[in-house]
């Protein structure tokens, strides 16, 4: 009995910021996967949707949007840091850098950079527990992220760590200056195989009119093997 009682305290007791971090990074990041999505962008006066697939590896990622016809075709590759976008409508691949980087994506609340990011928080961030919330009758951690690199979109995060399953059920992300950016819900979590994973994510942008962007996931395979040619320029035309 003394064991289980030792657990019961044990499963109680605070872990630290990086355990946390690990334990998301278990359910958010994978070597590989493939996913069907659309975006609901709910902008000023209307909402539009826009649908794509991707299959990402290790740091890269190909999408290709299928809907609506304007977007049809588009594709974006990411190659470890590096970001090209190949537009049907003008023939013409570019390679978006720098400040580019903080662009909207198709005037949705997501930027560039929010699709590029590295999933791996805690080689990029220290993290400390300030405390705990219930959000959704569901305990929470709330954790505190600062940068330990300087070439992140976001130097200060904050999030609100399921306690059981362990995934942010929401955050905010701010500038250097303090400033928040971006606020995001993690809802409609489901199980997949050994993973917690979210159905639906929704970004605001603070900075822009509009009700956010709802990101849904509609199909999602991980550790799956990704076609070697996807992952190249060549796969862009």
Not at 107 to 112: K, T
Not at 181 to 200: A, F, M, N, Q, V
């Amino acid at each position: 009995a003394a064991g289980l009682l030792l657990i019961a305290s044990a499963a109680a007791a605070q872990p630290s910021g990086k355990e946390i971090l690990d334990r998301i990074d278990r359910n958010l990041s994978s070597e590989s996967r493939y996913m069907k999505s659309k975006m609901i962008i709910h902008g000023p006066r209307t909402s539009r949707t826009i649908e794509s697939e991707s299959w990402a590896e290790d740091e890269s990622a190909f999408t290709e949007y299928l809907a609506p016809a304007r977007e049809r075709g588009t594709k974006m590759l990411k190659l470890e840091d590096q970001l090209w976008i190949f537009s049907p409508s003008t023939d013409r691949t570019i390679q978006i850098s720098g400040h580019m980087l903080r662009q909207s994506v198709m005037g949705s609340d997501l930027s560039y950079e929010d699709m590029m990011e590295d999933p791996d928080l805690a080689r990029q961030y220290d993290a400390v527990v300030v405390g705990s919330e219930v959000i959704d009758e569901t305990e929470c951690w709330i954790v505190e992220m600062h940068a330990t690199i300087e070439d992140v979109a976001y130097q200060k995060r904050r999030l609100w760590v399921d306690k059981q399953r362990y995934i942010p059920l929401k955050e905010e992300l701010y500038a250097k200056s303090g400033k928040l950016l971006k606020k995001t819900e993690l809802t409609d979590i489901e199980r997949h195989g050994s993973r917690w994973y979210p159905g639906k994510i929704i970004f605001k942008d603070m900075l822009k009119t509009g009700s956010g962007t709802e990101f849904i996931v509609e199909e999602i395979s991980f550790n799956v093997e990704v076609p070697e040619y996807l992952l190249s320029k060549a796969a862009l035309r």
